[in-house]
């Protein structure tokens, strides 16, 4: 009994995420309170989420289930907004998606629109958890924003939700010019934003003015170094995610541009990217290599890489305006970028590169570059 005992405390006095017989300490670079935060998420050195395993491609019951336990996390953690969330909303269908479309009080201009393709692995994230993160984005920003609620899996596989955020863009641009345009997903909302953007381009549609990618899930081979030095470790996504990738792509090559939209063709005409991840991130190579992709195309790119952070607590530090550095005037070559500085005060200053320009990384350790999230004086 004196043993077991002795082992327990040994266990939950942990600092860190067990690997093995190896544990990872958390890291002593950012704050005390975002330290904190992270060790809430573990349970004796293992992350919480590591006790939800994804089902197999097949079981679409457990699917089901496991929709409906994440649905109720996202809901929860939106409302902690609380006050923040005022905006009107209204709910229109567009083809075989639905649009939230969500107006706040503090409406700068009619003229922009901030689509908002939610994540979730193609299976989490719709329903009223999409209609309070358009409210919460449109109260941020200061400006309208439409959030996707695409069909997802199980029971709608691919091209379903690319059809969906594709009808809400061509639904958006019927009644705004692109130049007010923006598109952020997070990570399988980054790839389907992608997707849709490259599609876009193919049918001949004018693009967005810049697009935000909040650790896209790209490349749904998951071919990237991150998916082997980061599984354990990440917070949020201990796992890989290949089982709901088959599922969505359903038999289809991974390899498509439409379903893993980091092997597209990109040239220096692609909207500026703002991409952001972090250094315990699954996902960070999906973002280093789309950095380096479209940095090598000419295209504007602007990539923040967060000391310790995983999906989830990188857009919960998004979301607050000292978390990213100021940003100079918006400057471009193309007509029309000098009018949506004032559509999108806050969005343009905290999410998306407003002056085009290239941040070339050339050594693999400036790839983990602190970019004052969390201050010395415990600031989250």
Known sequence: MEQALRKLATEQSVNGIRLGQLVIPLPCSISTEAQARLRAALNNGIPANAAHVLPKPEDHA????????????YRAALATQGSKNLADLRTV?????????????????????????????????GGEACRMAACAAASL???????????????????????????AYRHVLAGCDNRGVVIGGRSAGGNLALATVLRARGEGL????????????????????????????DFNLPDPLMPPNLLYAAGADLTHPRLSPLFGTFSADFPPSFIQTGTRDLVLSNAVRLHRIQHEAGAP??????????????????????????RRPLRGKRAGWRGVTPAFPKLMRYHVPLAPRHHPIAEPEQLCCWQGTLSPKGQT
């Open 62 to 73: 457990a699917k089901r289930a496991l929709r409906l336990q994440a649905d109720t996390a």
């Open 93 to 125: 269908q567009v083809g075989t998606g639905t649009v939230h479309i969500a107006m706040p009080p503090n409406l700068v201009t009619n003229d922009a629109v901030y689509i908002d393709i939610h994540g979730g692995a193609f299976v989490f994230g």
């Open 141 to 167: 920003h200061g400006a309208r924003c439409d959030g996707v609620d695409y069909r997802m899996l199980p029971e709608y596989p691919y091209p379903a939700a690319l059809d969906d955020c594709f009808a």
């Open 206 to 233: 004018p693009l967005p003015a810049a697009l935000v990618f909040l650790s896209p899930e790209i490349d749904l081979t998951e071919s990237g170094d991150s998916f082997q030095t980061n599984q354990g470790i």
């Open 301 to 326: 790119t602007e990539l923040h890489v967060f000391e310790a952070m995983s999906p989830r607590r990188i857009r919960r530090l998004s979301r607050r305006p000292r978390a990213l550095p100021r």
